[in-house]
């Protein structure tokens, strides 16, 4: 195996001029999703919800997909100070992390903390990531950390993204750390 793929897998680095809390305001295209910066680049946010929807003022709120930067977790190990707090209030919404160049096959896995919802991971190639599918690829429990991992191989579209999205149309409340996606060799 060789070295993680993910920058900033333990959410060490923050914005500047950030007090450990990311706003994903941002301006999703018109299709009613977008890419936006949470706390810890080079993560960024995917959101379903298009804030600019003309939906009643509390769900306009519920749109957006706040995240924070939180003290270490038991999981953290001895150099990581930071885990990620992301809120989701839509589904196939969360973390998402590319990288060039792909490979045809990676191993991946990342610590999860749910407190509500479910969660599930997925690396593929752009948007085929499969959200979930694997066995080990989605929480099962909330109030406890657990890890979810998953393995992905294909010669033809080989893996360049992880995600970390709630499963559910409730979306989801989840902590994370220590995101790994290594290639196998």
């Not at 990288?99 to 045809?104: H, I, L, N």
Request: hydrophobic residues 40%; contains cysteine.
């Amino acid at each position: 195996m060789s070295n993680n793929l993910l920058l900033n897998h333990g959410f060490e680095h923050i914005l500047p001029n950030q007090l450990l809390i990311g706003t994903t305001v941002a301006k999703p295209p018109s299709n009613g999703a977008g890419l936006m910066l949470p706390a810890s680049p080079p993560w960024e946010i995917w959101s379903n919800r298009n804030p600019a929807d003309p939906i009643p003022e509390i769900q306009v709120t519920a749109a957006l997909v706040p995240t924070s930067l939180l003290p270490h977790s038991p999981h953290s190990g001895p150099h990581n100070k930071h885990m990620m707090l992301i809120c989701t209030h839509g589904e196939r919404g969360g973390l998402v992390q590319t990288w060039t160049p792909a490979v045809p096959y990676v191993k991946a896995s990342i610590c999860v903390y749910v407190l509500f919802g479910q969660v599930g991971i997925g690396v593929g190639n752009g948007g085929n990531t499969g959200l979930g599918a694997a066995p080990g690829a989605k929480s099962t429990t909330t109030g406890q950390w657990e890890e979810l991992t998953v393995e992905y191989q294909s010669d033809s579209a080989p893996a360049n993204e992880f995600i970390v999205y709630a499963i559910g149309a409730a979306g989801a409340c989840f902590c994370t750390d220590n995101a790994s996606v290594v290639s196998v060799t």
